[in-house]
């Protein structure tokens, strides 16, 4: 079974700053994808980030990028120069390439400050 | 840009009646997918289709929840009765395949209170 686990339940930062979210899974597929989602307070799940198991590199949109470690199943979500706007959940999830649905993690609460 | 809609947006209904919700996929996305979100929680499967068929509805309690894509487009889920435990997010998503790579695309959402 995939699991996915999200241990920091709230992070703050200040505008500009970068920050790091962190994401750890477990799996015994071979060939899998993870993926980040953000959840402002209006409820809505936005895709922001998406890393297959066999990508050589790790994958960036944007100001966002993902830091992944396959020997240490960790699939960090790295945010650059925060803004005020990025304030939501954050949701790392796994899929395996047999098509079956996300399972998320409990998701990371990020607070961003003037 | 297409997105997914789902109808209502919010919900309030009283224990043991019954109460359906309603998504749109993005046009051409095969598969669609319903999760409940409790509060605090991250979304959880309840069902998948694959065109109009369902390919996983482990996760749902079938003594008193339904889903249907009659013609492989719209769906409908169905709760009859509501439970009080029943309040929660109801979010659906499509995308184009059921392949894990292909990205899921997620509706705003029903906001469920069951009184």
């Known amino acids: 079974a995939q699991k996915i686990t999200q241990t920091q339940p709230g992070m703050f930062v200040q505008e500009k700053e970068a920050v790091t979210l962190d994401c750890t899974y477990d799996?015994?597929?071979?060939?899998?994808?993870l993926f980040w989602y953000k959840q402002p307070s209006s409820g809505e799940m936005i895709f922001l980030i998406y890393?297959?198991?066999?990508?050589?590199q790790n994958a960036t949109e944007g100001r966002y990028s993902l830091n992944f470690q396959k020997a240490r199943k960790s699939a960090n979500l790295v945010i650059s120069a925060s803004q005020l706007g990025d304030s939501a959940m954050y949701f790392c999830?796994?899929?395996?390439?047999?098509?079956?649905?996300?399972?998320f993690g409990k998701g990371t609460t990020l607070s961003v400050s003037s | 840009e297409a997105e997914v809609a789902q109808s209502p947006r919010y919900k309030i209904t009283e224990k043991s009646q019954a109460v359906a919700f309603w998504c749109d996929p993005i046009?051409?996305?095969?598969?669609l997918y319903w999760y409940r979100q409790i509060l605090g929680q991250g979304p959880e499967l309840l069902v998948q289709?694959?065109?109009?068929?369902?390919?996983?509805d482990s996760q749902l309690p079938k003594d008193r929840f339904s889903a249907e894509r009659l013609k492989g487009v719209d769906s409908t889920l169905k709760i009859q009765p509501a439970e009080l435990g029943d309040s929660a997010m109801y979010l659906c998503?499509?995308?184009?395949?059921?392949?894990?790579?292909?990205?899921?695309?997620f509706g705003p959402g029903t906001r469920l209170t069951v009184t």
């Open positions: 999830a796994i899929s395996n390439q047999a098509g079956t649905a996300l399972i």
């Open positions: 799996t015994s597929d071979p060939s899998y994808g």
């Open positions: 890393q297959g198991s066999y990508d050589q």
């Open positions: 046009s051409g996305h095969a598969t």
């Open positions: 289709f694959q065109d109009e068929s369902v390919v996983d």
């Open positions: 998503a499509s995308s184009l395949s059921d392949k894990g790579s292909y990205e899921q695309y």
